[in-house]
């Protein structure tokens, strides 16, 4: 059975949850304390250009030396000292909510093809909503003035699919990859093209992420698992290690959160609200102190509680401002030096309603740290979803968590199998009825 077979099943046989998704609220209103803060705390770039075929290019603004910002980066070699101003929530001070929001999950089956459950693949589907609307009403306009398979017709693809946020270099790959298929199969009616698009498509896009590692470096052997978080100013960080913690707790592992982000003292509070909900400690020091130190602290905490697991946040950053991704280099020096072979992964978190801006910024991120692998967070709010298509085949960078919602319980392992489902499945439906005509 073809992959398309196994998706048609699938698609017959799973629930087609079309849930309205949770709309993402609008960003963080806390603003930055000092000037500096906001000169150095960039905005999310500029939205792209709506003009087909446009490759996306890195904000004009690539990496370059900043004024020398209030807090200096000392060069020597660490280790900061133990700060008497450092905190810690304990858990028992954990309010009722405590616990993840409860699901059906536990007595759902797991599917023996990707160890998902229904449930998962419920809410994968509801999460891509927006994005596979997007994707089929641009489908089914793109279809409806089909006359022939002719080189016109390839371009208003590359468009389409270029405009569907599925990045130049996989559009042109599709477009191409069609073009012999077409001619193979013969295919000339609008169905039969219709049918070989998403086949292709499908096709394509599992191939891309057979190569992959999707899994979370996390190894329960290991001592500590160390895990950066890095991203710009609202990704979605702090909620996602908020949700990771207590995934994690919920699996039995014990979880320490460091707030490195010191930058702004709503993000200090932020992570130790989630601390405090998920019910783990939050090592923290005041607003504007050094980060290498709260990371050292929270390093020391770790080993002395034997924790399996340490999540860091950090402050929300552009890759062009050096200064702080020098910040960023000094804490991750602090951590290897600690635990030779930590930070076991170096999360870069994405928001997925940003498109092809997501693409730009992990393009650029890669350039400035050792990116182990992507979070897209708030793929229920985006209709851009497409995105993981295009990073996945430029940047070589494998998604590992969806965030598909605000809740504790609304981030998942990326799935590269029920994504594609979810992503495709309404055409897929579509493709069967045009088959009828
Ligand atoms: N719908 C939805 N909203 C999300 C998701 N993840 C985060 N958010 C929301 O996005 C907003 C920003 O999230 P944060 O976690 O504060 O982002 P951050 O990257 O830590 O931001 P800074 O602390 O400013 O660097 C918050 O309102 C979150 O509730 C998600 O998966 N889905």
């Known amino acids: 059975m073809g992959l398309f077979d196994i998706f048609k099943k699938k698609t017959n046989t799973a629930a087609q949850t079309e849930a309205s998704p949770q709309t993402a609220p609008d960003k963080d209103s806390d603003q930055p304390a000092t000037t500096a803060d906001s000169a150095d705390t960039l905005d999310t770039p500029a939205k792209k250009s709506d003009s087909p075929k446009q490759k996306p290019t890195p904000d004009a603004s690539e990496p370059q030396e900043q004024p020398t910002e209030s807090t200096s980066i000392s060069g020597n070699p660490e280790p900061p000292a133990t700060d008497s101003k450092s905190q810690t929530a304990t858990p028992e001070q954990a309010s009722s909510t405590a616990e993840p929001t409860t699901t059906t999950e536990g007595k759902e089956a797991i599917s023996q093809e990707t160890g998902s459950t229904a449930a998962d693949t419920a809410k994968y589907n509801a999460g891509l909503t927006k994005t596979r609307h997007r994707l089929r009403d641009r489908f089914n306009a793109f279809l409806a003035n089909f006359r022939s398979v002719d080189e016109e017709f390839f371009d208003d693809l590359e468009d389409l699919l270029i405009q569907s946020d599925v990045g130049y270099e996989m559009a042109l790959k599709i477009s191409d990859a069609l073009r012999n298929e077409v001619k193979l199969q013969n295919a000339q009616s609008k169905a039969e093209v219709s049918r070989v698009i998403v086949q292709k498509m499908a096709e394509i896009y599992y191939q891309d992420s057979q190569n992959q590692d999707y899994h979370l470096n996390i190894n329960v052997q290991r001592p500590l698992n160390v895990i950066l978080f890095v991203g710009v100013n609202g990704a979605g960080k702090t909620t996602t290690i908020g949700k990771l ?157 969806v965030g598909l919602g605000e809740q504790m319980d609304d981030l998942r392992d990326f799935d590269p199998e029920i994504y594609a489902q979810g992503l495709f499945s309404q055409l897929f439906q579509d493709e069967a009825a045009n088959s009828h005509e």
Request: charged residues 20%; neutral net charge; hydrophobic residues 45%.
């Open 245 to 401: 913690a207590a995934r994690l707790k919920k699996d039995g592992q014990k979880v320490i959160l460091a707030a490195a982000d010191t930058f702004r003292a709503g993000a200090i509070e932020q992570l130790q609200v989630w601390g405090s909900k998920v019910g783990v400690q939050t090592v923290a020091h005041v607003a504007g102190s050094d980060p290498a130190s709260v990371v050292y602290d929270a390093l020391q905490l770790a080993q002395q509680e034997h924790a399996n697991v340490l999540l860091v946040d950090t402050a929300g950053r552009l890759q062009n401002n050096t200064n702080l991704m020098k910040e960023l280099e000094k804490i991750k020096r602090i951590i290897t030096r600690e635990i030779p072979d930590a930070p076991h992964e170096v999360l870069l978190v994405i928001d997925a309603t940003t498109g092809q801006n997501a693409l730009v910024q992990a393009k650029q991120f890669q350039k400035a740290t050792q990116v182990t692998g992507l979070v897209l967070a708030k793929l229920d709010g985006s209709s851009q979803g497409g995105i993981v298509l295009a990073i996945n085949d430029e940047l070589h960078l494998p998604v590992k968590l």
